[in-house]
């Protein structure tokens, strides 16, 4: 980060030797006073008008840098701020604390969003139907074109800015634990161990959760390029307690409906094809959920939904736009082998 921090003070000469610095970077530099505030912004053609303007190379940084630079602020930066920003061109961004001083720099080419969550990758499942494979390997370290399937998951979730996460476990559970004994997409990822078998949300309890905040929970062994940031920004505007990630799904009957009134027919729909949203595996819980799993005891995750709406609580979904793919059988798996390797062609172009 110091890097790109100067001192209002500095003249442009120092200005433009450690913009030349950061050459193959973005070329920012946050001028800071004496007290260590962002008193603005410079670039390179903040210097060049500068000059142009009739200032000299001894000129202070404070005299060019642009005031109306944009920040967010706090330990917990709005995302719709930041999304903002990105798509205005904005690489970096400076996060403020109250006083005006910098508390870090976002890099949203690196990092193009900071998602407020925790993160639970349920892996505790044998995988059976994809034996003989997950006889020797889990199936969440099955590789996919050379890389394990939950990293897919991890690295998206990091590129999120979400870094606290944790891995449940079950079936050959020390594999998975070193697995993660290393850092993934510079994230040290945490595992927890079932004991016994707690169903598909049952392991939330064995996390300590504070009371605030909200924490995305997802199956382990699924491919999706979801957008994270998007969903959590329905799941905020929505107020939502639950937000379920769903996926279209299409019903075709083979047959002739009839539509009835007592004995009577009224209509007659041929071969109709009804759709539905099919629950994803992926959701946002407001924490103040998860904390009433009580702990050891095997829920599912449909348990707790129904639970949350009995209660008057509030679900919401959001419907998922792009790849989803539940690697559940061999079929599957080739499918998703297929996909990455059609996606690293493409990026190899």
């Known amino acids: 980060m110091k890097r790109y921090i100067i001192s209002s003070e500095a003249s442009l000469l120092d200005a433009l030797a450690q913009l030349n610095a950061l050459s193959g970077s973005a070329m920012t530099l946050f001028a800071v006073d004496a007290c260590g505030r ?38 917990r930066p709005d995302v719709a701020a930041l999304r903002e920003c990105r798509a205005s061109g904005i690489t970096l961004v400076p996060v403020l604390n109250a ?18 969550l925790r993160a639970l990758l349920m892996a505790g499942g044998k995988g059976e139907r994809l034996r003989p494979m997950t006889l020797t390997t889990p199936k969440p370290l099955l590789e996919i074109d050379g890389k ?7 690295e998206a979730l990091a590129a999120a800015g979400v870094t606290d996460i944790t891995v449940s476990t079950a079936y050959m559970a020390d594999a ?10 510079g994230v040290q990822v945490r595992t927890v161990r079932e004991s016994a078998p707690l169903g598909t949300i049952g392991a939330a309890s064995l996390v300590d959760w504070e009371p605030d905040g909200d924490t995305l929970v997802m199956n382990s062994d699924l491919l999706t390029t979801i957008s994270f940031e998007e969903m959590y920004l329905h799941h905020a505007a929505e107020h939502a ?13 083979p047959y002739a409906i009839l539509t009835t009134d007592g004995a009577r027919v009224t209509g007659i729909d041929e071969k109709p094809t009804y759709s539905h949203y099919a629950n994803a595996g992926i959701y946002i819980f407001r924490n103040a959920v998860l904390r009433t799993l009580r702990a050891g005891e095997r829920t599912d995750a449909t348990d707790l939904i129904e639970r949350c709406i009995s209660g008057g609580g509030r679900v919401a979904y959001y419907p998922i736009r792009g790849t989803w793919i539940d690697v559940g059988s061999p079929a599957d798996f080739r499918q998703a082998s297929e996909l990455m390797r059609h996606h690293r062609n493409l990026s190899a172009r």
């Not at 060049?48 to 109306?68: I, N």
């Not at 006083?99 to 407020?116: A, E, F, M, N, Y």
């Not at 998975?176 to 997409?185: G, R």
């Open 38 to 75: 962002v008193a603005g912004t410079l670039t390179d053609g903040d210097v060049r008008r500068a000059l142009l303007a009739g200032h000299g190379l001894d000129c202070r940084v404070a005299d060019a840098a642009r005031r109306d630079f944009r920040s967010v602020c706090g330990p």
């Open 99 to 116: 006083d005006g001083t910098l508390r870090r720099i976002i890099d949203l080419s690196v990092t193009p969003t900071q998602l407020p």
């Open 148 to 154: 394990a399937i939950i990293d897919y998951n991890v």
């Open 176 to 185: 998975i634990d070193s697995h993660f004994a290393s850092p993934v997409a």
């Open 241 to 253: 307690d639950i937000t379920v990630a769903a996926i279209p799904y299409a019903v075709s009957v």
